[in-house]
């Protein structure tokens, strides 16, 4: 058996789920020399949040931040996480859109893009690969995991070897929501190694609790890779702590190869950092705790501070059980999608307004209404006939890959921001955040100008905390 590798999560992913996607590029460049002499496998460093997030809260430059961690990191590869047709964004986008954006996310430094869709539906991901693979970036297809009457270790199987098929070069089992547990984890690492010959790589989060040894079980059932968070920045709706893993596998045949020495200096860094979202109330100690709604209701730790913010602002806080418990008749209804970005927001914000509204669907939003039609992609069960016709009317459902009726974007969109453009990548951060993007290339050109300067960075200093 080959040495299990570590991909470390702790500027991507782990700060995701903890701060909501807060750490600062500032935050990150002391220690990214050290993390790249670590030996791990992969170092999560883009993608996911970390877009939206530095040019809305951050007053940075995303593609800037990739150059800054690829320019430091020069030994071990950086992946990404990529949303399939909808790259970073919360909307179908069309495919010229997509392949440049993989072209510039490579062009910037990423290695390995994981690519994944919400509903599973492997035509979402097709531009995508087929992209990757032409910039000669390792494609790393992600199968949302979820749990539900459609799913069993067979049909995720199966969803593997269509990835495989499509071009993937290693298959990653993707737990959103911490619902894998321990024994069905080597059942499915087992059932995926004997369908597809790719490395299998494993991401869960601690929200349920159970990370650890889910992580422990897929090892022993032949898993190649395992993502986890350096401790002051693991648990709760964080991945399962790096050194705790490290250590239990030293000396056997899975032994990662990692320096607890050097993982301490990395900890080190970390820990004060940890102090200082504690103390600024970005880390809320409730994301923390073990959650048992996370296996009831399967909503992942993020969905669940959104129903909860919610509630609050309608004054319903009190009515956070009956939400939860009308989260799963929600999905059901809409044929039981994995609740991940988008689907997790779209479901979730249906059983608010279904439960705060004191009538099923008496008010249906724009986005559960796509979700229903198709223009999310195919739902993972077939979707009643007479729901579906009492959410959309007498709508036509869309039966093709929804990206198929988009017609190309980049050229319009580059004509629009012509006087902002100051790098080619900019038209790409318009087209996935326009109004978000725009007030950042103003606050740019200011800082530039030297006009309002001190105002607006200390307006970027307050959002950074």
């Known amino acids: 058996m080959a040495k299990v590798k570590i991909c470390e999560t702790v500027l991507r992913d782990s700060h995701q789920s903890l701060v909501a996607t807060r750490m600062t590029t500032d935050d990150m460049l002391p220690i990214l020399e050290v993390l790249d002499g670590i030996g791990y496998h992969s170092l999560e460093a883009w993608g996911g949040a970390t877009f939206d997030s530095c040019l809305r809260f951050l007053n940075e430059d995303p593609w800037e931040r990739l150059r800054k961690i690829r320019a430091a990191v020069k030994n071990t590869k950086l992946q990404m996480l990529f949303r399939g047709q909808n790259i970073l964004g919360y909307r179908h986008y069309a495919d010229d859109v997509v392949e440049y954006f993989v072209q510039k996310s490579i062009a910037n430094g990423i290695d390995i893009l994981r690519i994944f869709d919400a509903l599973n539906d492997p035509r979402n991901l097709k531009t995508a690969i087929n992209a990757t693979k032409k910039e000669g970036g390792h494609v790393q297809a992600a199968i949302s995991y979820t749990t539900g009457p459609v799913y069993d270790t067979a049909y995720f199987a199966n969803y593997a070897k269509q990835l495989a098929e499509m071009g993937a070069d290693s298959i990653c089992i993707k737990d959103m929501a911490g619902l894998l547990k321990p024994y069905d984890a080597y059942e499915l690492v087992k059932a995926i190694k004997e369908t597809v010959s790719l490395p299998i790589q494993l991401h869960t989060h601690y929200t349920s609790g159970l990370a650890s040894m889910t992580v422990l ?31 239990t596998l030293q000396g056997t045949e899975y032994d990662t190869g990692l320096d607890l020495h050097k993982l301490d200096e990395v900890c080190r860094y970390f820990t004060p950092l940890r102090e200082k979202y504690l103390e600024s109330g ?19 730790g993020g969905m669940l501070s959104n129903l909860v913010s919610q509630l609050k602002q309608a004054g319903r806080s009190e009515q956070l059980t ?51 039609r198709g223009d999310y992609g195919q739902s993972p069960a077939p979707i009643d006939s007479e ?35 100051e790098q080619d990548e900019d038209v790409l951060s318009y087209a996935l955040f326009e109004q978000v993007a725009m007030k950042f290339f103003r606050y740019r050109r200011d800082i530039k100008l030297g006009i309002d300067g001190e105002n607006a960075d200390r307006e970027n200093k307050i959002h950074a905390v």
């Open 282 to 300: 970005l880390l809320d100690p409730k994301v923390l705790k073990v959650d048992v709604n996370a296996l009831l209701y399967q909503v992942p």
């Open 387 to 421: 729901f579906m016709k009492k959410i959309i009317g007498d709508e036509k459902p869309v039966t093709c890959r929804p990206a198929d009726n988009l017609k190309p974007e980049l050229d319009k969109l580059r004509a629009e921001i012509t006087d902002w453009m």
């Open 322 to 372: 009956e939400v939860l418990e009308e989260v799963p008749r929600v999905r059901a209804d809409a044929g039981y999608p994995p609740l991940v970005t988008p689907s997790s927001q779209i479901v979730g914000t249906q059983a608010v307004f279904n439960i705060i509204g004191g009538e099923r669907y008496k008010m249906v939003t724009k986005e559960f209404k796509g979700l229903v």
């Open 217 to 247: 079980k897929a090892v022993e059932a032949g898993v190649d890779i395992i993502d986890t968070a350096i401790s002051p920045m693991a648990l709760g709706t964080s991945q399962p702590p790096t050194e705790p893993i490290v250590a």
